[in-house]
């Protein structure tokens, strides 16, 4: 490709993208979508552990399950088959799948989790927005559906490229474990910095 000014390349590329900005052409739905594929290895495994959340929960060695903070009635982790990278989960102790047989002090705990994480993620991957919620049921895209999680998806502008529009591919540029231990240097940064609780 060439890079001069007013090259016929650089003419083409933005002749193209003034051609898509139709609504009638520009695939909206399919760039606008949290397209995940790598999460079929997930839902393929025959022999996988279905009680992963309850033994992070109850583990004593937070890296191996990847548990970045725990509190009295939840805690926060990565999610090893992630929808983008930096997707973490913030999960009660106590195994349900009904978030109305939650009690008072596991909501506030999940919610407080989550907004630590997005504090977290803004800090390490400089998040720039978030989706965060329940997938309540199988039929809901549950993967445990037994033992509920509040998922936090870091977002960026822009963050849908052009790979899987051309090939059904996403790129996870990051290692879980590299990962894991950016957020614990920024967690360890957030609590420096905080103010002191009364």
Known sequence: MRGAKGSSTFTDLRTNVSRLSDAT???????????????????????????FLSDAAQASDDAAHL???????AFLMMNRYPYA?????????????????LGDNEVVELWKLAM????????????????????????????VPDHLHLHIVPRWNGDTNFMPVLSGTRMLSESLQHLYDKLMAAQTRLEATAAPTI
């Open 25 to 51: 052409t520009f695939p909206k739905a399919e760039l606008e979508a949290l397209w995940c594929p790598w999460r079929v290895e997930y839902f393929e495994q025959e022999d996988g552990n279905p009680n």
């Open 67 to 73: 548990v970045l903070a725990r509190r009295k009635n």
């Open 85 to 101: 990278v930096g997707h973490l989960m913030a999960v009660p102790y106590r195994k349900t799948g009904d978030a109305a047989s």
């Open 116 to 143: 630590h994480g997005q504090r977290l993620l803004r800090d390490a991957v400089k998040a720039q927005g978030f989706n965060v919620g329940l997938n309540l049921g199988k039929c809901a895209g549950a993967g």
